[in-house]
């Protein structure tokens, strides 16, 4: 069969296994987001306990390499009694993981606003919580958005590794229908093509349209 | 289930061979990927518009799309088309490409990072382009280029288990085959978690004290 | 008298009722699960004709196949499925991410230290998948050795171990993830033999239109001969027993062989009046 019919029958399928490909990036984009936080602010607290803690955090899932990790938690937590689902597995290894590089880029996110700006803020009498909001946090946005959307994409690459746990997504569903059809050139081609749209022409059009946002709020405050 | 010494120490010598070979397809990988990081820099800067434009996406797609996709691509097309290597080789080459397109914009951006006026200097001062290059420019831009190609050097490093799903015999295939030959799968995964931690976080140290070295040699603060 | 009589009725009683009540709470979970009307779960990799996914994830193969007949015999009608890498079946099992194997899997003494087989499915032999002609004659895994062939296989395989008892040295060996893996690898002319099952080398066969043919099954070892049953737990007693004394009505039936004909599976493929699981768990 040509490539217009090969992708007529089975474009569909690979579809759907991309549908889910995307649900478990968001999920894990979630954990992400919200553990980079986190351990970006725990970083850079004056308490040194809690520093400790998230460094070792950090330096530990950024030192070993995620399919070790999603391995881990597929096969070997069961064995210590928590047997979480193919999908929950793959969406927290993928979460600790670009959780720990995303707090790196937190941090040097706050690091990186000029001393000036606290001090400006602190002199022009803002509250604590008011110098945060209104000064700080807008500009940190504008500082970690550019690194965060490498991060973004790489999460997006990353998902493909959850097949290897038995979650059907879109690399799944390749290998899937490679087994069944042996044409292996178009069926892993078009993954390859559904992969590179979704990064180029849907993600990093995204990531742009949010740079551009938060340089306008920190242009207008 | 619990940890039980004997089985790890017995396995030990296998998995300490199998880092040898994960090592090994670091190292390679990374130095193929050096030298493709160059060539797709320099064939997005040819006078002829259209190389520029065709080797741009191909770094893009490449830069785009997962590592594991493109490895069972390169596992399964190739012999399709006649093209029979070695699991081993096709391991290579496609980590070689896939880590030279992070290399060639490494590259690119280190590059840019050079103030203009060197290059002016340099013509105004006749210096040959292999001149300008080796003497002006390269010593500049590697202090630019180090921090990125040292991430990617420890990245490439913990992408290796990948290769495990195209029957590479690293560390993480040999944890998957004694775990399917022995039904205890603690110990090898742990073990494999283990060494990646012990290797990489020596590598990354060692890579910032070198990236402070080169800076300070350059005269610049440490920042 | 009567006090006594009384108090001793009561005591059977409540003694009765513990009885009782103690046996339901160990009938098996998975048992209670099924009862309750959840669905069972099966767990396969993809090896055809043993088992593998239909093209919205329906059981395909003949040990689905059989599986879905002894299920239907005992009242089962409701089940999922889980597609797997073959070596994770045995993990997966065990932490409970489904509940029966019929991925067709060799009763092996190393198994049944980690899970329970059914009573026999079949009994199956393994070949060895060559090039066209077998230029370098290889018919078993002495002639491997000799010949100092690239020997590939699929991870946890029963032919991995059988290779190690035959002493086949590991720098000859090829361990890939499955059936797909190991035809990919000798297309690519990566491994000069394959071993594996011989439905398995069959369908490779088919699969690659002439370059490559099966080797006969009765050159391998006579000891890799062996019985195919289904997996389940070991805590899952009183549902393998419920599965066996389903299966003996159904063996060899009219159901079992019309719904495994179209794979290959014939009557010599059928376990005998002989077949057991303890002598296989104990001699294989």
Same mark, same amino acid.
């Given at each position: 069969?040509?490539?217009?019919?090969?992708?007529?029958?089975?474009?569909?399928?690979?579809?759907?296994?991309?549908?889910?490909?995307?649900?478990?990036?968001?999920?894990?984009?979630?954990?992400?987001?919200?553990?980079?936080?986190?351990?970006?602010?725990?970083?850079?607290?004056?308490?040194?306990?809690?520093?400790?803690?998230?460094?070792?955090?950090?330096?530990?899932?950024?030192?070993?390499?995620?399919?070790?990790?999603?391995?881990?938690?597929?096969?070997?937590?069961?064995?210590?009694?928590?047997?979480?689902?193919?999908?929950?597995?793959?969406?927290?290894?993928?979460?600790?993981?670009?959780?720990?590089?995303?707090?790196?880029?937190?941090?040097?996110?706050?690091?990186?606003?000029?001393?000036?700006?606290?001090?400006?803020?602190?002199?022009?009498?803002?509250?604590?919580?008011?110098?945060?909001?209104?000064?700080?946090?807008?500009?940190?946005?504008?500082?970690?958005?550019?690194?965060?959307?490498? *991060?973004?994409?790489?999460?997006?690459?990353?998902?493909?590794?959850?097949?290897?746990?038995?979650?059907?997504? *879109?690399?799944?569903?390749?290998?899937?229908?490679?087994?069944?059809?042996?044409?292996?050139?178009?069926?892993?081609?078009?993954?390859?093509?559904?992969?590179?749209?979704?990064?180029?022409?849907?993600?990093?059009?995204?990531?742009?349209? *949010?740079?551009?946002?938060?340089?306008?709020?920190?242009?207008?405050? | 289930?619990?940890?039980?010494?004997?089985?790890?120490?017995?396995?030990?010598?296998?998995?300490?061979?199998?880092?040898?070979?994960?090592?090994?397809?670091?190292?390679?990988?990374?130095?193929?990927?050096?030298?493709?990081?160059?060539?797709?820099?320099? !064939?997005?800067?040819?006078?002829?518009?259209?190389?520029?434009?065709?080797?741009?996406?191909?770094?893009?797609?490449?830069?785009?799309?997962?590592?594991?996709?493109?490895?069972?691509?390169?596992?399964?097309?190739?012999?399709?088309?006649?093209?029979?290597?070695?699991?081993?080789?096709?391991?290579?080459?496609?980590?070689?490409?896939?880590? !030279?397109?992070?290399?060639?914009?490494?590259?690119?951006?280190?590059?840019?990072?050079?103030?203009?006026?060197?290059?002016?200097?340099?013509?105004?001062?006749?210096?040959?382009?292999?001149?300008?290059?080796?003497?002006?420019?390269?010593?500049?831009?590697?202090?630019?280029?180090?921090?990125?190609?040292?991430?990617?050097?420890?990245?490439?490093?913990?992408?290796?288990?990948?290769?495990?799903?195209? !029957?590479?015999?690293?560390?993480?295939?040999?944890?998957?085959?004694? !775990?399917?030959?022995?039904y205890r799968y603690l110990e090898p995964y742990t073990m494999v978690g283990a060494i990646f931690l012990i290797?990489?976080?020596?590598?990354?140290?060692?890579?910032?004290?070198?990236?402070?070295?080169?800076?300070?040699?350059?005269?610049?603060?440490?920042? | 008298?009567?006090?006594?009589?009384?108090?001793?009725?009561?005591?059977?009683?409540?003694?009765?009722?513990?009885?009782?009540?103690?046996?339901?709470?160990?009938?098996?979970?998975?048992?209670?699960?099924?009862?309750?009307?959840?669905?069972?779960?099966?767990?396969?990799?993809?090896?055809?004709?043993?088992?593998?996914?239909?093209?919205?994830?329906?059981?395909?193969?003949?040990?689905?196949?059989?599986?879905?007949?002894?299920?239907?015999?005992?009242?089962?009608?409701?089940?999922?499925?889980?597609?797997?890498?073959?070596?994770?079946?045995?993990?997966?099992?065990?932490?409970?991410?489904?509940?029966?194997?019929?991925?067709?899997?060799?009763?092996?003494?190393?198994?049944?230290?980690?899970?329970?087989?059914?009573?026999?499915?079949?009994?199956?032999?393994?070949?060895?998948?060559?090039?066209?002609?077998?230029?370098?004659?290889?018919?078993?895994?002495?002639?491997?050795?000799?010949?100092?062939?690239?020997?590939?296989?699929?991870?946890?395989?029963?032919?991995?171990?059988?290779?190690?008892?035959?002493? =086949?040295?590991?720098?000859?060996?090829?361990?890939?993830?499955?059936?797909?893996?190991?035809?990919?690898?000798?297309?690519?002319?990566?491994?000069?033999?394959?071993?594996?099952?011989?439905?398995?080398?069959?369908?490779?066969?088919?699969?690659?239109?002439?370059?490559?043919? =099966?080797?006969?099954?009765?050159?391998?070892?006579?000891?890799?001969?062996?019985?195919?049953?289904?997996?389940m737990r070991h805590s899952d007693t009183d549902f393998l027993a419920a599965f066996n004394e389903a299966m003996?009505?159904?063996?060899?039936?009219?159901?079992?062989?019309?719904?495994?004909?179209?794979?290959?599976?014939?009557?010599?493929?059928?376990?005998?009046?002989?077949?057991?699981?303890?002598?296989?768990?104990?001699?294989?």
């Open positions: 069969m040509n490539y217009w019919e090969f992708l007529i029958q089975y474009l569909p399928k690979m579809a759907s296994g991309a549908v889910m490909t995307v649900s478990v990036m968001i999920c894990a984009l979630l954990l992400a987001v919200t553990i980079s936080i986190i351990f970006g602010l725990m970083r850079i607290t004056n308490s040194k306990p809690i520093q400790g803690v998230a460094f070792v955090y950090i330096e530990f899932f950024r030192g070993t390499s995620l399919l070790v990790q999603l391995y881990w938690i597929y096969y070997v937590l069961p064995l210590m009694g928590l047997t979480l689902s193919p999908f929950m597995s793959g969406v927290i290894a993928l979460g600790l993981n670009f959780g720990a590089y995303g707090a790196e880029v937190v941090r040097g996110g706050i690091q990186a606003v000029p001393k000036a700006q606290w001090e400006a803020a602190l002199a022009l009498n803002f509250s604590s919580k008011q110098r945060i909001r209104r000064i700080i946090i807008p500009q940190t946005f504008t500082i970690i958005l550019p690194p965060a959307a490498n *991060l973004t994409v790489e999460l997006l690459k990353a998902t493909a590794l959850v097949a290897l746990i038995t979650v059907v997504d *879109l690399m799944f569903v390749a290998k899937q229908l490679n087994a069944t059809t042996w044409l292996s050139a178009q069926v892993f081609g078009t993954a390859l093509l559904v992969y590179y749209a979704m990064a180029r022409f849907a993600l990093i059009p995204f990531l742009r349209w *949010l740079e551009v946002l938060a340089a306008r709020k920190v242009g207008k405050s | 289930m619990e940890w039980r010494w004997e089985f790890a120490i017995e396995i030990l010598p296998r998995m300490l061979w199998a880092t040898g070979n994960t090592l090994l397809a670091a190292g390679a990988g990374y130095a193929i990927a050096m030298v493709v990081g160059l060539i797709l820099m320099f !064939g997005q800067q040819t006078p002829y518009r259209v190389v520029n434009i065709v080797v741009r996406e191909l770094v893009e797609f490449v830069r785009s799309t997962p590592l594991l996709v493109q490895l069972f691509f390169v596992f399964f097309v190739a012999p399709q088309f006649g093209v029979t290597l070695s699991a081993w080789t096709s391991a290579m080459l496609t980590i070689g490409l896939h880590f !030279g397109t992070y290399l060639s914009e490494v590259y690119r951006g280190a590059l840019e990072g050079v103030p203009k006026s060197q290059w002016e200097a340099c013509r105004a001062l006749n210096f040959s382009t292999v001149y300008t290059y080796r003497r002006v420019i390269l010593p500049q831009a590697f202090p630019i280029a180090l921090p990125g190609m040292g991430n990617y050097l420890v990245g490439i490093f913990k992408d290796t288990p990948l290769l495990a799903t195209i !029957g590479v015999a690293e560390l993480m295939h040999t944890a998957n085959a004694l !775990g399917a030959e022995t290797i990489s976080l020596p590598t990354a140290l060692g890579l910032r004290r070198l990236e402070a070295a080169v800076a300070r040699h350059q005269g610049k603060l440490n920042h | 008298m009567l006090q006594n009589l009384k108090s001793k009725a009561l005591s059977v009683m409540v003694g009765a009722l513990l009885i009782g009540t103690a046996q339901a709470a160990t009938a098996d979970e998975l048992s209670d699960r099924i009862n309750a009307g959840e669905p069972i779960r099966l767990g396969f990799a993809t090896a055809i004709p043993w088992a593998y996914p239909g093209d919205n994830g329906e059981p395909l193969g003949f040990v689905n196949a059989i599986a879905l007949v002894v299920l239907e015999e005992m009242g089962i009608t409701n089940y999922e499925t889980s597609v797997n890498e073959w070596a994770g079946l045995i993990p997966g099992l065990q932490a409970n991410r489904y509940d029966i194997i019929t991925g067709g899997m060799y009763i092996l003494k190393s198994r049944c230290e980690n899970m329970n087989f059914s009573d026999p499915i079949g009994l199956f032999g393994d070949a060895m998948l060559v090039p066209a002609g077998n230029p370098k004659g290889i018919h078993n895994y002495q002639d491997v050795i000799s010949t100092g062939a690239k020997l590939v296989t699929g991870a946890g395989f029963n032919t991995v171990e059988a290779a190690k008892k035959e002493g =086949v040295p590991e720098d000859q060996m090829m361990l890939v993830a499955g059936e797909v893996e190991i035809l990919a690898a000798m297309n690519a002319g990566r491994a000069d033999v394959a071993v594996q099952t011989f439905f398995g080398a069959k369908e490779h066969v088919d699969k690659s239109n002439g370059k490559f043919e =099966v080797t006969n099954p009765a050159d391998m070892p006579e000891w890799t001969k062996n019985w195919v049953g289904i997996g003996a009505k159904v063996v060899g039936g009219e159901a079992w062989m019309a719904n495994t004909a179209e794979y290959g599976y014939t009557e010599f493929q059928l376990p005998g009046e002989d077949a057991s699981t303890e002598f296989a768990c104990a001699n294989r």
